[in-house]
């Protein structure tokens, strides 16, 4: 057996008790022998760890959630002021990409999209969104159509998702937390 209890990994914590898993894999690549792939097998091992993100939970989270909160206020504008309104969106949106190129170079490199990389895409898209919204708003206003209920339902759908991603962040970070609580072992 393989016995690995002096391995450190700055910043994240694992449950002792689940420890590590093997299993024997197919490699995606191997030598050929006509029109044959033969497969070989290696072994790959497994620790299930949870990254600390208090700093996340107390610094982006809460930053990501005012920005939008602050995009659904600007839908308080009038459709006339489509400039303003889009401006201040794009505003918006710049220093969002800025804080996840800043978050990017502390998150870990791999090969897979995390939650906070989709919280920040999701958030970004439905600040786009917004903009494309507003633009709507103001041709139909051009048109002499009725559009304060457009605004007030992207203002609606808008701080609906803002709260849904916000309870589900917080739900699934408290739950790892309690869920790892027990023989935790910080690395």
């Known amino acids: ?37 033969t497969k070989e097998l290696c072994l790959e091992a497994k620790l299930t760890v ?10 982006i989270m809460p930053l990501l959630a005012l ?10 504008l009038p459709p006339a002021a489509l400039f303003m309104r889009g401006l ?7 220093v969002e990409v800025n804080l996840r190129m800043t978050t990017d170079k502390h998150l870990p490199s791999v090969s897979y999209q995390i ?8 958030y970004f898209c439905v600040l786009q969104l917004l903009v494309v919204q ?12 009725s559009t304060r209920w457009f605004d007030i339902l992207a203002a609606l759908v808008t701080f609906l998702h ?4 916000v309870v589900t962040y917080y739900g699934d970070a ?11 072992r910080i690395l």
């Open 1 to 37: 057996g393989l016995i690995v209890s002096h391995v450190r990994v700055p910043g994240f914590i694992f449950d002792e008790d689940d420890g590590l898993s093997f299993d024997f894999v197919e490699l995606d690549h191997g030598p050929t022998t006509g029109d044959t792939i």
């Open 50 to 59: 949870l990254r600390h993100s208090s700093y996340y939970d107390r610094n």
């Open 67 to 76: 920005l939008n909160f602050s995009a659904i206020c600007l839908l308080t």
């Open 88 to 94: 201040l969106l794009l505003n918006i949106s710049f």
């Open 115 to 122: 939650k906070m990389q989709r919280i920040m895409n999701e």
């Open 134 to 145: 507003s633009t709507i708003v103001y041709l139909m206003t051009n048109q002499g159509l």
């Open 162 to 165: 803002n709260a849904y991603t």
């Open 174 to 184: 408290a739950h790892a937390k309690k869920t790892l609580s027990k023989g935790v």
